[in-house]
């Protein structure tokens, strides 16, 4: 190993002049502030949602809420840590007993799903500054087919699936690498992601929110949560007179209209299909985990041992070498460390793809079973998993206008 | 926050330019008390000049943030000017390889973003980027 610090090669001087040594001070942000001003602010502003969605229903509350949230937590604090990112450090808080997970960080995770499961997704109405950016450039929603909604709305399953398998595999943060929104708001970042993130952003122009509802993984988490809301949102206090005005006005396609579901086919063919898809269920679970975990030894070269081990498969020119290669040998690591490193790596990466397959799998089969159990609804109806709470529809009801003259 | 051990580093090169940040957040530090104060200095000269005097082609210092102020006979004190740092490291190496090892990259703290998983702690190649308390303050290298 080379000694690098402090070799001494030349003693110290002694000063004849009666030379000081200059103080020198590095700045530190004064981030503990911050990070609890953090965490005022969103426990502050989901309750302002949650009072304006349930109580005096009031879409222009919400909309300021959105406008605080893309400046402050958006632009000021340039977005990290976010709840969705903090998904990944709660994963490797689980696994792995050195990390220590810092208290901000849980309550970023914790906080909007126990808003959730009382008051529905009052986060993603207008606190988090990805989903309040989506929702301020939006101004048209051209509705996309109730089939490809559906099959797009897995993605978020998938993403979060290899979130909690990169993570639980200390080998990347891949909710971060990849947040499309993070360099607009840094206003700088590699050309890719500003590509990926402004092309979002156009997209979210004409169609509702497109990452929050086909790319989000916490979206995901917060779907199952708040359909067991305690408090559900509701387009209006009063009857509803099925006007269609609200589920037109709906960003993510979110009501749902009655009669649409009616039955076509006869009962016997729909029971049957379900007990099918229940009977699948397993079979699907089971089926993902060998999936992904036959694959795991491709995926494993995300972590970084892993990644040396295959850079150091070939042989180099002096040079020609990889960084990666010269530090290794300059480091005196030695080949067989490395080799156990990765075996283990491999080995958790094969238990981990398992899970995480059988969660996606699972997933899969659970959506088929929702999307073929059919209800019957008289009136308009917010479907609460994919109600972002956004308060769009509440102008939109003319039950709601009649309270203002009255 | 962020912090790299400077016993790890071996100077890639790579904090400067995979810092999220257009000019990345690791800049030179320099331990003074660890500094030989020498006039032939290997991070303020480049290797094998033929003169010692401050035209740009004997710098180490791709951008001039290095400055010297002459002590006293045969000192000197060098001084990083931060805002010229881009952190590519060229001195440290120079003054590890040739130097008491003064000389220093460090996350500097008032400028990283304290992103939830640092761009270049994945990328380095020696594993010298971890998450520090806060308390704990900078990993410097002054109290060698």
Redesign the interface.
Known sequence: M?N??????????D???G?Q??E?V????W??FWVWLDVVLLVGMMSLVAWAVHRRPSRKIIFSVSIVSVLYFGFFR?G???SI??I??VVLALVDNNYRLPFVVLLFFLLPLLFAIFFGRVFCAGVCPMGALQELVNVRNFRISRAVASALSFFPWIYLGFAILYAATRS??II??FDPFIPIF?L??DVGMIVFGVSLLVISIFIGRPFCRFLCPYGAILSVVSSVATKRVEVTKKSCINCMLCHNACPVDAIREPYANKVGESRMVGVRRVLLYIMLLPLLTIGGGWLLSSQSDTLSIAH?DVYLYTLLQNNYEDKNMP??V???Y??GRSIDELETSVMSVRESFNRWAWFVGALMGFVLGWKLIRLSVKRTRKTYEIEPSACVACGKCFNYCPQNISVKNE | ?WQID?????Q?G?CQTEC???VSAVKC??????C???DLCGGYYRANVKELNTAAENMMCPTGAITRLF??EP?F?Y?IDESLCNGCGKCVKGC?S?????LFL?I???LC?????C?IS?VC???AIQRVP?RQ??K??DH?
């Open positions: 080379l690098l610090l402090g070799v001494a090669r030349f003693p110290k001087p000063f004849t002049s030379y040594y200059p020198i590095h700045g530190m942000p981030e503990s340039t990290c840590v976010c990112g903090s990944q450090n990347q943060f971060c690498r840094r700088s970042g970084r960084t990666e010269e530090a290794f300059e480091m | 926050m400077p016993e790890k580093c071996l890639c790579r999220v940040l257009s530090f320099h331990a003074n008390q660890v030989g104060y020498c002590v006293e000192y004190e001084t590890s040739f130097g008491n090892g003064s460090q500097q703290q008032e973003l304290n992103c939830n998983e761009k994945k190649v020696s594993g806060v303050g900078y410097l290298k060698a």
